[in-house]
């Protein structure tokens, strides 16, 4: 695993944004029976989700994350010098996105653009991207964007996938200053898990095709997607966490010299109500500790980490609170962060 540690850099700020629409789960009954609806909401505990309209797109999300960070924390933009959009979901194949943000934002032609594409545990990978950067005297400040559009990428007629995603975009502010204590990263990848959670047509490997976007049966319980519709093997995935997150744990834990009492806060990716319970379990962490947007937003992909802090923890962060931050999923990719949030600015929430 590849373990990192950086200082004098930190946050400063954390914005996020969702979407106005509202999906009830329960009531998400136009392609099964409410009763097979009701026990699937039950096991994942995701109740309502945020839906982007057809015109919305993952940077439209971060773009009003961004405007309000830079807002409440009156930010000279011509003084952001780096630029990073993390997505699966971007606006094109090309142009990348973070370059269309830096000219909507009104950033310098001067700043450093450029895309992030990774899964669930991205934001995680960007923090450490930005902080590595960040030990440049030739950047002054740096904004991650983060966003996620998963509704539109997931069969509403495949049990499996239909009730557990949400859209979503977050924005961080990133700054040097002598203040900043250690930050520890912790980060793992298995490609021989590629096909646990994918999207298999519709890039250049497996070009889209007429047939690749028709719907079809995909399973002996009468589950609908196409080939550009994205899949999860749920319990492999489960499988996947509960081997592999609880030695990323340990690991971190003795590589930083950090006790567990000494974390505030544990945020963990919000995949599903049943894993996050698993590993308070399985890790003995304290339920009051582990804040919980699952059931109001659903997985948002790699936007969870920095939505759950926005949305949970905005009025209980005080100056020199510590976190544990753990993200997990498509590729297989995973990560761990312990960091200090030291007069990290919070805004509230935005709906697009």
């Known amino acids: 695993m590849a ?6 850099v930190g946050i400063s700020a954390l914005s996020a944004a969702i979407p106005r629409t509202v999906i009830k789960n329960y009531e998400y009954t136009e392609h099964f029976p409410a009763d097979e609806v009701k026990e699937v909401v039950d096991k994942i505990g995701i109740v309502e989700r945020r839906f982007a309209d057809g015109n919305t797109c993952s940077s439209d999300l971060c773009f ?3 405007e309000k960070l830079i807002a409440d924390n009156q930010i000279d933009r011509s003084e952001i010098d780096l630029l990073i959009f993390i997505s699966q979901t971007p606006d094109y194949r090309m142009p990348a996105t973070s370059v269309i943000l830096q000219h909507r934002l009104g950033l310098s032609t001067s700043a450093m653009a450029f895309d992030i594409n990774l899964g669930c545990s991205a934001f995680i990978y960007g923090l450490s991207v930005a902080f590595g950067l960040m030990q440049q005297p030739g950047l002054r400040k740096a904004l991650i964007l983060d966003g996620e559009t998963r509704s539109k ?43 646990l959670i994918k999207i298999r047509n519709g890039g250049y490997r497996f070009p889209s095709t007429a047939e690749s976007m028709k719907e079809k049966v995909v399973d002996e319980y009468g589950n ?6 994205g899949y999860m093997n749920g319990s492999e995935v489960f499988n996947f966490v509960i ?36 590993l308070a379990k399985k890790l003995k962490i304290e339920i009051e500790k582990i804040p919980s947007t699952i059931e109001k937003y659903g997985n948002t992909s790699s ?39 030291d007069g990290c600015k919070i805004s509230d929430i935005v709906e697009v």
């Open 3 to 8: 373990l990192l540690t950086f200082s004098g």
């Open 64 to 66: 009003a994350a961004a």
């Open 153 to 195: 990428v997931y069969s509403p007629k495949d049990r499996r996938t239909g009730f557990i995603f949400g859209d979503a975009g977050a924005a961080a502010l990133i700054e040097r200053n002598e203040k900043y204590q250690n930050t520890y990263f912790s980060f793992n990848s298995d490609g021989a898990r590629e096909d």
């Open 224 to 229: 609908i997607r196409s080939d550009e519709q």
């Open 243 to 278: 081997s592999e997150i609880p030695k990323d744990f340990k690991s971190i834990f003795e590589y930083s010299k950090v006790e567990k009492a000494e974390i505030d806060f544990f945020v963990f990716h919000q995949a599903n109500s049943f894993i996050n319970s698993y």
């Open 303 to 341: 936007v969870s980490v920095p939505l759950t802090i926005v949305s949970e923890l905005k009025d209980k962060i005080s100056s020199g609170n510590k976190l544990f931050l753990s993200a997990f999923g498509v590729g297989m990719t995973w990560a761990s962060s312990i960091i200090k949030l």
